[in-house]
């Protein structure tokens, strides 16, 4: 497993990313000054960007049938937590676009070569937040389950 995406795992026979870009931005308000460069005060971070690109070949790699999967996980408009294989949590994402550009068509016009880019975008305050969240309902699930083995023995 590369990554986690919701529950969409990206694999070597799903979509193989070759190239991950994360981008990370803080926001900083400029107030003008007479005679004087103009102040900066920082407001806080921005919206995290990450952009996995590659190449599909899909008789080897995974093709339409993964990308219209990813298609419709955006066409939700849902967040979902972004893991990385090695265990990297890096939070909840929404899929901002999906860019394909398919070429070295079969006879048939299915492409034998999917160029892709995979735009993600951070929606959680922070991890803490997120992992709070989570904390949140492992709390319920527990108090769930004690409350079923009660009526069991009951």
């Given amino acids: 497993m590369m990554m986690t995406l919701g529950m969409f795992v990206f694999t070597l026979k799903t979509v193989p990313y070759q190239e991950l870009q994360y981008q990370q931005q803080w926001r900083h308000a400029s107030n003008s000054r007479v005679g004087l460069r103009p102040t900066l005060q920082f407001l806080g971070p921005d919206t995290d960007t990450i952009t996995l690109s590659g190449v599909l070949m899909p008789f080897i790699t995974g093709g339409s049938i993964s ?87 009951s």
Wanted: no cysteine.
């Fill in 67 to 153: 990308m219209l999967t990813l298609q419709l996980m955006a066409a939700t408009g849902k967040g979902w937590p972004l893991i990385e294989g090695s265990g990297t949590i890096y939070g909840m994402y929404v899929i901002e676009s999906i860019s394909q550009t398919k070429s070295e068509f079969f006879s048939d016009g299915a492409p034998r070569k999917i160029e892709f880019t995979l735009t993600l975008k951070r929606i959680d305050e922070s991890l803490a937040s997120m992992l709070g969240d989570m904390s949140g309902q492992l709390t319920e699930l527990k108090d769930s389950a004690i409350n079923m083995a009660g009526g069991l023995l």
